[in-house]
């Protein structure tokens, strides 16, 4: 054999070309990467953060030049426990995948965690700065506690010992304080809802005149209900005063920033709300202490003044003026009180000689001597009686007299005639009648007609 022959080149032995579909490459690709890479963890910086309309999340993870697409479906992204931002350094796990339309590799998220911080203290700083912003931590909208306030709305586990602790302050301090008790679940999903349930019901009911939200002492993340964006609102929408009494001294949460008072712990809480009647207390008691201590000095300078203006020569004047009417005084006393008695022993002797006098006598002589008494005044007054009416039975005649004088049929008794034209005019002047006219004239009994004949 030649040495060409070990050249020889056999076509029959080549492998049989495979053309592939675009989208049939692309989905081997795909099922081989999300065999081999179903759980995969990736730490970059997040860019191009886009969220969608359909609740799926979908950024890109950067590291130097290099860059992987992620996307998080809207189920996934619901769990997420803080908000994704750009430029925000994360590790993200999932499992890798081909997005067939465009060709790109891309990350399938199921979580994601930032670095350096926890997902719950990102969360939480982020609606700290938030609702920051919007002013929900000024101090001005804070509302005060009452000052004696009669019923405390109280919003906590029934099974908790921060219950118990905020009894006892109460029971202890302020017998009289009613407790309304709105049970809910302070840890676990639904927590905020029922913790917010609670609020709204007391500014609804009015049956109380502050809110206490109370919890035990726990972890961060047994903590996180109370860093929830819809409870702190409806606590900042309520229109009484709230107290946040939730973990120990060292723990904040964003319903203690948006509280109206923070209390470091549940029984703190419930003596911040009795201490405004022990201040009161205390108020009055120093009150009480000032105006005794301001009489004591007003008392003390009146003596002073009154000392220095007994030293002077007016006042001795006055002094014994007023002294030597007070003498005066004491005498007319003395002198209208022997004159009553005087008076009232003489009464007394009166009165002895009466009933003495009294005693002598029968009752049927006292009786007649009564009637004669009697017969004599009522004789007395029918004389009396008749001697008025003659009296005013002679006034009447005088006066009918006079009235029978003025009258003008008195005047006819004496020769005089009233003259009355033939209308019944009475005639008082002569030109009133012509010749010829008839007339009447009244005399004292009886009338006579005439005609005139002349007239003057």
């Given amino acids: 054999m030649s040495d060409s022959s070990q050249f020889a080149f056999d076509f029959q032995s080549l492998p049989e070309r495979r053309i592939w579909q675009v989208g049939e490459l692309l989905a081997e690709l795909r099922t081989r990467l999300e065999r081999e890479y179903t759980d995969v963890w990736v730490q970059g910086e997040i860019s191009n953060l886009r969220p969608a309309g359909s609740g799926h999340l979908y950024f890109t993870l950067k590291d130097g030049e290099a860059q992987l697409r992620v996307v998080f479906f809207r189920m996934q992204a619901r769990l997420l426990r803080f908000r994704p931002e750009n430029g925000l350094s994360v590790i993200a796990r999932g499992r890798l995948s081909i997005y067939e339309e465009r060709g790109e590799l891309q990350m399938i998220g199921e979580h994601l965690e930032p670095v350096g911080a926890g997902a719950l203290q990102l969360a939480f700083e982020q609606l700290k700065k938030k609702l920051a912003a919007e002013g929900l931590f000024d101090k001005g909208r804070k509302k005060p506690l009452p000052a004696l306030p009669r019923r405390i709305g109280l919003v906590t586990s029934p099974q908790g010992a921060a219950l118990q602790d905020i009894l006892n302050i109460l029971r202890r301090r302020h017998e009289s304080l009613d407790v309304l008790i709105y049970p809910a679940q302070v840890q676990g999903e639904a927590a905020p809802r029922e913790v917010a349930s609670g609020v709204r019901h007391f500014n609804r009911s009015h049956q109380a005149d502050v809110i206490i939200i109370a919890r035990g002492g726990g972890s961060f993340e047994d903590l996180a209900a109370f860093n929830d964006e819809a409870l702190a609102r409806t606590i900042a929408a309520s229109s009484l005063p709230v107290i946040s009494a939730i973990g120990h001294e060292t723990d904040f949460t964003i319903c203690d920033f948006v509280a109206d008072l923070r209390a470091p712990t549940p029984s703190a809480a419930a003596e911040l709300v009795v201490r405004s009647k022990q201040s009161l207390e205390e ?174």
Avoid at 403 to 420: K, M, N, T, V, W
Avoid at 435 to 440: A, F, L, R
């Fill in 283 to 456: 108020r009055l008691a120093s009150l009480d202490t000032r105006l005794g201590r301001g009489v004591r000095y007003q008392v003390l300078s009146a003596r002073q003044r009154f000392g220095r203006l007994a030293q002077s020569m007016a006042f001795a004047r006055m002094q014994e003026l007023v002294a030597r009417r007070q003498q005066r005084v004491d005498e007319l006393i003395y002198r209208l009180a022997a004159a009553g008695q005087r008076q009232i022993r003489g009464f007394r002797q009166r009165v002895e000689l009466a009933a003495a006098r009294l005693r002598h006598q029968e009752l049927r002589s006292r009786v007649t001597m009564m009637r004669r008494e009697l017969e004599v005044r009522i004789e007395a007054l029918e004389t009396a009686m008749r001697h008025h009416l003659e009296k005013r039975a002679a006034r009447l005649r005088h006066l009918a007299g006079q009235l029978q004088a003025l009258s003008p049929l008195g005047i006819l008794e004496r020769g005089y005639a009233l003259i009355f034209d033939k209308e019944g005019k009475l005639v008082t002047r002569s030109d009133q009648l012509s010749p010829g006219d008839e007339i009447q004239a009244r005399v004292a009994r009886g009338r006579i007609k005439a005609r005139v004949e002349e007239t003057e």
